[in-house]
Nanobody
């Protein structure tokens, strides 16, 4: 059974960078996708970025395009979310999620395996 676990959250100043990690255990197969979502206080869980296991497909929310980058380290079975030029509105709990799928999805309901989340706080 595939499981995911996030790490790398913390406090960062506005304009700074942070890299989140999602360790994927259980040897997912070719048709698998991993996504990042975030949920701020009192808000719904929003899509941030997603990647197919073979790395041929990536999607980004418009609000993070050009500043965030999702990638997979094949040798480590880890998916990274590199976040740059962070602003306070990015403060949220960031969740990694995975699901077997032939098409990479951007809605939370499509993902069946979730991590516990990691807090990212952008503040001076």
């Amino acid at each position: 059974q595939v499981q995911v676990a996030e790490s790398g959250g913390g406090l960062v100043q506005p304009g700074g960078s942070l890299r989140l990690s999602c360790a994927v255990s259980g040897h997912p197969r070719y048709n698998y996708a991993v996504a990042w979502f975030r949920q701020g206080p009192g808000n719904e869980r929003l899509f941030v970025a997603a990647i197919s296991w073979d790395e041929t497909t990536t999607y980004y929310a418009e609000s993070v395009r050009g500043r965030f980058s999702i990638s997979r380290a094949a040798a480590e079975d880890t998916v990274y979310l590199q976040m740059r030029r962070l602003h306070p509105a990015a403060t949220a709990v960031y969740y990694c999620a995975g699901t077997p799928t032939l098409r990479v999805r951007r809605n939370a309901q499509s993902y069946h395996t979730w991590g516990q989340g990691t807090q990212v706080t952008v503040s001076a």
